[in-house]
Structure formats: C-alpha cells, structure tokens
C-alpha cells in the first residue's frame, strides 16, 4: 500500500484531513516567502528574540479586532513568514547563540549570556544572517508541518526545533549538562542553594569561568515551583476561555500573554509568562463546541488545559533550558504538545473540533 492510499483511508476513519505534498511544494516554490522569512529571522536578530516575540503578540491583538475573530483571518500577519514566532523569535534565539558563541554579546545576564533573548544584537552584518538563515529554515519545517497536515501546532513545533538545531550548530550541548549537584534533570535544589558549577564542567561565558556559573539555571526563578506553576495556568486558560467567549477567537489571550511580555522585558519583576497556558485553555474551550458539554464544563476544559499547559512547559525547562547554555523555549514546546493532544481528541470524536490545528476536523 503506498503512502498517499494509506493517508487517505486514515483520514477517513479519523476525521483527519490529509495533506499533500504538492501543497507543500506549491508555498515553498514561492521565492517570495523565502526573502520574507530571511527578512524576519534578521529583524528578530536585531530586535532580540523577546522583543520580536512581544511585537508578534500585540499584531495578533490587532489581528483579532481587525479580522474575522471566528476564522482567525487577520491574526496571519502576526503568525506569517516574517512576524511569526517560528520566524522572527527562532532566528533571534539561534542569533543570540552565535553571538555568545563568538563573544560579541557581553549583556551581563546572570545565565549564558545565549540564554539573553531579551538582548537586542543591532546590526551586525553576521548576526543578522545567522538570524537570516534560520528564519529561512523556520518558514521551511512550519510549511511542510502545516501543509501535510501533521496534527500540531507547526510554528511552536518549529521553534523548538530551531532551538535544538541551533545549538548543534554552534557547538552547544544539545539536552544540557546536568550538575552533580543536582538530584537529575528535574532537581531545582541547587538553584534555591546558590550552588555553582565546579571547573570546567561546563563551558564559561565571556569573562565568566564555569563555576562562575550557577548548577542550575531555571528558566523563570520566579514561576518553577509546581503549585505555583498550576495556579497561574488554571487562572490562564479560564482567562482565555472566557475571552474566546467574548470574542470567537482563540487567539486574543495568547496576544495578551505575549504582549504582556514587553514588563518583562523592561524589568518587572515576577511577570508571569502565560501563552503556552493561555493559547491551549482557549483553543480547548472552543474544541468542545457541538460536543454536549455544559459552558460550565467547557470552562473547567479549559482550566485544565491552561494548568496542563503550565506543567508540561515547567517540566520541559527543567529538562532543556535548567541545564544547557542557550534558549530552547518551554512554551513553545508545551504548546506544541498541548494542541497535538487536543488533535487527538478531536480525532477521536471526544472534542468537536480542534479549531485551528491542521488536519484535525
């Protein structure tokens, strides 16, 4: 049986719509987009990867007042070839690893210098081609993701992978080392202690040496403890829920999480990071139309894909970010895992719909 026949009697007994490659094929031979996604892996080089992602979210709020809230038309721009997170935030997370890599960020981050994705690079012709090149890689996987129909999220899956690939190719270690001062990926203990690292066991930064460098580097000191983490998610995806309500979009509280973000990057301290809660808690509430569920449970849905949002990030960093030198984002990887799930469930007739994921209908 040959892999076309075989997509297509899955997606008639899954309600999943295949894709093809010739979709695939007929975005990518565009060289327009290629330039597009060059343009927006640069600016997220200059800009840094934090504020790129900050303006993405307030396009996706204007997106939403300006478009069609119930089709998400209007949020494109704010999640297209040089805007979207795959693109601009991606190519500034990989610029921000070079630049570390060659000592040409000395930002006084308390981390790896790599990890600064709030760290503007400026205009530095190799910085914004590294910025380029990985902005081209981004708009590549995320169109193949999306037009061969892979039920996920295909820009947070992309920028995870970016993420891991970027630290391949400059050298870095790709999982992270874990400390023997830590009880596993998982152990936060040397952090609250202040331990450090010993000589050598990890590579220096700059003029800092490896025990100049913490054991353990959580990737918001603030929001790492479980019970914390499950509140603000719980809180995040009803949030959302109820703007999705309001609104028909599930797009409005993942622009708010993200513009909020702009306090973070200024310096506030103890701003919650919420996107990855709030994106799946509202995609989850309006997953469950046409399903016979109450608005009350649609709502509780909800919560509990917020708080399964903001576990699965937590758990992420602590395996990826906690112990490695530059910036692989949790949120996108739980976000990434969060909507396969809720593709799941659409697949197998327990959600109506999975709203905005391809393939799943």
Same mark, same amino acid.
């Given at each position: 049986? /040959?892999? %076309? +026949?075989?997509?297509?009697?899955? =997606?008639?007994?899954?309600?999943? #719509? $295949?894709?093809?490659?010739? *979709? &695939? ?121 999306? /037009?061969? %129909? +892979?039920?996920?999220?295909?820009? =947070?899956?992309?920028?995870?992978? #970016? $993420?891991?690939?970027?630290? *391949? &190719? ?192």
């Amino acid at each position: 049986m /040959n892999s %076309a +026949v075989a997509m297509g009697i899955l =997606a008639q007994a899954s309600g999943w #719509s $295949a894709g093809s490659i010739d *979709a &695939v094929l007929e975005i990518l031979l565009d060289p327009t987009i290629w330039l597009g996604a060059a343009a927006g892996g640069a600016f997220g080089a200059a800009l840094g990867a934090l504020p790129a992602f900050i303006f993405t979210g307030f396009l996706v709020i204007a997106g939403v007042f300006g478009g069609d809230a119930a089709s998400g038309a209007g949020v494109g721009v704010g999640f297209g070839p040089v805007f979207g997170p795959h693109i601009s935030f991606a190519g500034g997370a990989a610029a921000s690893a070079y630049a570390a890599k060659n000592g040409l960020m000395e930002s006084g981050f308390d981390y790896h210098n790599a990890k600064d994705i709030g760290f503007a690079l400026g205009s530095k012709p190799d910085i914004l081609a590294v910025g380029a090149v990985f902005g081209v890689f981004g708009i590549v996987l995320e169109q193949t993701l999306r /037009n061969l %129909a +892979v039920p996920t999220d295909p820009i =947070a899956f992309t920028v995870v992978a #970016s $993420a891991l690939l970027h630290r *391949a &190719v400059f050298g870095y270690s790709v999982i992270g080392i874990v400390s023997d001062k830590a009880n596993g990926f998982m152990d936060m203990g040397p952090f609250e202690r202040g331990e450090m690292r010993e000589a050598g066991e990890v590579p220096g930064d700059g003029e800092k040496e490896s025990e100049d460098r913490l054991a353990v580097e959580p990737w918001l000191p603030n929001m790492y403890k479980w019970s914390h983490v499950a509140a603000i998610g719980l809180t995040a995806g009803l949030a959302a829920a109820y703007a999705a309500i309001q609104t028909g979009s599930p797009f409005l509280g993942f622009g708010i999480s993200a513009a909020t973000l702009l306090f973070l990057n200024l310096g506030v301290e103890r701003i919650p990071v919420t996107h990855h809660m709030t994106l799946p808690g509202a995609t989850a509430y309006l997953a469950t139309a046409g399903t016979g569920y109450s608005p009350l449970v649609a709502l509780l849905i909800a919560g509990l894909f917020g708080l399964l949002g903001a576990v699965v990030g937590e758990a992420f960093q602590r395996v990826f970010y906690a112990h490695g030198d530059t910036h692989v984002d949790p949120p996108a990887a739980s976000i990434a895992i969060t909507h396969t799930l809720i593709a799941i469930l659409s697949i197998a007739g327990i959600l109506g719909s999975a709203v905005w994921v391809p393939g799943a209908v």
